[in-house]
Every structure is written in structure tokens, then in C-alpha cells.
């Protein structure tokens, strides 16, 4: 990581964010002036605009910084087989865990706040379109975000700011820029860990498999509890004592994953695979 990096102040990543969502933007009011329809092809409508605005900025910023795409997703000396054995169970049992608590978190913490109806609803259709929906939430977004908010934006903080300010920055953007209240949280908790671990293990791909784990069991939590009520699609039928016990669950094995990762990540290991 300690590649020249331009763009590596706040405003620099800040930049970055509003010139993606500016992309986004762009494109899909061309998406829908050439007849998409983002009511009923939310999922895929996600997943296209994603991918063109995430290639066209990756693209740019990476050309900028004469990257080389293999520096990009994996800068460590151990190889990418090595750091995945490795911290691919911790990190399903932190995700598996989060699962359980972060969707309760966040119904709490925007509880008080105003509904934001037409957010719900456009999530819901995200969620809950089939093969489009595991594209667009459990692939594309994962691999984009991953490359944009940890491999070139934290990775640019670290040259600048300590890595907890780094992680924390990175993290708040990370959030703002998904523009939706119900998810802020949620991402801003995920971020801070995802932003850790790559920090850590000098890898995305953990990054990327923790993102990709997390999204497609929060797809099948809607899609299998989906209530019109609730903010997140889960929990609103069951009693308060399930919701203890998946709260307590869910909190252990986010420790225990925590934990192991921490003993895995503090002398990482030198073998090649």
C-alpha cells in the first residue's frame, strides 16, 4: 500500500463519491428516457447503473494512479488462496452474526424519524426480484463498492491519516453515499469492519467476501420476512424473547469472529499457497 496515491485527502475522496453519484445519476436518467422501467426492473435498473458508473470511475482513478489491477485487489506477500483460507470462516461467522443484531440496530436508530416510504419501497423491489436482485445486491454492488470505498479511497486515506481516522472516513462515506436512511447504519458498521480487515490483511477480497455474504443473507431476509411495516423486512412477527436470543446469537458469534480474526490478523501468516 505504499503506492503514490492521488486523491488521498478528504475532499479528494469526497470528490470521488459525488463524482460517482453524478455518474449514476446521469446514466439513469438516460436509462429511463431510452424506456427502462425502474419500477419493475429495479434489481436489474441497480445493477446496470452500478456497473457502468463503478467502471467508468474505477477506470479513471486507477489510470490516474497507475495501479496495476493485481495491486488493486491484493497487496499482500501472502497469496490471495492463503488470506482467504484463512479468514474466510471468521468472517462467516462475524457477517452471520451481524445479521441477526445490525437490522434490529437500525430499526432502533431511525425508529423516531420520519418514514421514508418511497426509500422502502424501492429497496423492496430491489430485494425481491429474483436472479436480477442477487446480481445487482449480491455481486455487482459488493465489487464495486469494495473497489471504490476500500481499494481506492481507504487505501488513499492511509497515506494521509492514521488508519482508525482512515477506516472512520472511509466508513462515513461509504454510508452517506448510499442516500437511504435505513441503510446508513448498516453500512457505516459494515464499512468500519470491512475497512479494518483490508487494512489488516492488505486484501480485498476478505472486504469483498464479508460484503458479498452479508448482502445476499440480508436477500433472503427479505424475501423470506418481508413486512410492509418494517424498515429492514425482518423481526416485526416474532415475540420479544426471539428476538433476544437472535440478538444475544447474533451478538456471540460476531465477538467470536472478531476475535479469531484478530489472532489470525496480528502476525499474518508468510506462507504462500
Not at 429495479?42 to 470511475?57: E, P, Q, R, Y
Not at 413486512?227 to 428476538?243: A, E, H, K, L, R
Amino acid at each position: 500500500m505504499n503506492q503514490k496515491h492521488y486523491l488521498t485527502s478528504f475532499w479528494g475522496a469526497l470528490f470521488i463519491s459525488v463524482s460517482l453519484l453524478s455518474v449514476e445519476t446521469f446514466l439513469s436518467l438516460v436509462m429511463i428516457e431510452i424506456g427502462m422501467d425502474i419500477n419493475n426492473e429495479a434489481a436489474l435498473f441497480l445493477a446496470v447503473n452500478t456497473l457502468i458508473s463503478g467502471a467508468l470511475i474505477i477506470s479513471g482513478i486507477v489510470s490516474l494512479n497507475r495501479l496495476s489491477w493485481q495491486q488493486l485487489f491484493h497487496d499482500s506477500r501472502n497469496s490471495v488462496r492463503a488470506t482467504m483460507t484463512l479468514l474466510s470462516v471468521p468472517i462467516v461467522f462475524v457477517v452471520a452474526g451481524a445479521i441477526l443484531w445490525i437490522p434490529l440496530l437500525s430499526d432502533w436508530i431511525v425508529s423516531s424519524l420520519v418514514a421514508g416510504e418511497q426509500e422502502t419501497e424501492f429497496t423492496r423491489k430491489i430485494m425481491n426480484d429474483g436472479i436480477a436482485s442477487i446480481f445487482a445486491v449480491c455481486i455487482v454492488a459488493p465489487l464495486v463498492e469494495e473497489v471504490i470505498f476500500r481499494g481506492i479511497i481507504l487505501r488513499g486515506f492511509l497515506q494521509r491519516y492514521s488508519e482508525g481516522i482512515a477506516i472512520m472516513l472511509s466508513s462515513m462515506l461509504f454510508a452517506v453515499y448510499h442516500l437511504n436512511l435505513y441503510q446508513i447504519p448498516v453500512a457505516y458498521i459494515l464499512g468500519t469492519f470491512m475497512g479494518w480487515v483490508f487494512v489488516k490483511s492488505r486484501s480485498l477480497w476478505p472486504s469483498i467476501l464479508t460484503h458479498v455474504v452479508y448482502n445476499s443473507l440480508a436477500v433472503w431476509a427479505w424475501q423470506n420476512f418481508d413486512d410492509s411495516q418494517n424498515s429492514t423486512g425482518v423481526f416485526t412477527d416474532f415475540s420479544s424473547q426471539y428476538i433476544a436470543v437472535h440478538l444475544s446469537v447474533g451478538v456471540m458469534l460476531t465477538c467470536g469472529g472478531i476475535y479469531l480474526l484478530r489472532q489470525l490478523l496480528i502476525k499474518p501468516v508468510t506462507c504462500r499457497l
